[in-house]
């Protein structure tokens, strides 16, 4: 069985007034806004382009344990999270990812574990470099 080779999903973005950028993805069309934060010269008035990547990384962890739970037999019920981004001092870079998760009840150890281990592991938190610190933690109601 011979390998595909890799595909790629194409983005494209205009550059608009005032530090910011309206991006669109190619296959579906969505657009997105960014703007540069506040304490770099923008109003702070959608995501940046850091608020982004922060945002992949909950978004990644969160759609990779709804797979791994339906590849395991099992249905994964409402997630909720939220994710920090903490910057270092210039020169400006991410420094701290902080993920705070909260399970739907019903989950036995073993499907816990499973889960959690997916924050260190999905493809954006693997993408990551590694002087990026990833904490998570995870609350269940039960």
Known sequence: ?????????VMSLVSAPQLKTQVTHGPSGATLPTEAPKDNGGTGGSFSPTDLVATALASCV????????????????????????????????????????????????????????????????????PDVKVTASFGYPD
Do not use: D, N
Not at 1 to 9: D, E, F, L
Not at 69 to 87: H, Q
Not at 101 to 112: A, D, K, T, Y
């Open 62 to 129: 969160v759609t990779t344990m709804h797979l791994v739970a339906g590849k395991e037999g099992f249905t994964l019920g409402e997630v909720r999270a939220t994710v920090e981004k903490r910057m270092t001092p210039p020169p400006r870079k991410i420094g701290e990812l902080v993920l705070s998760i909260l399970m739907p009840s019903g989950l036995v150890p073993e499907q816990r574990a499973l889960l959690e281990k997916i924050a260190h592991e999905c493809p954006v938190a693997r993408s990551l470099h």
């Open 1 to 9: 069985m011979s390998q595909q080779p890799a595909t790629g999903v």
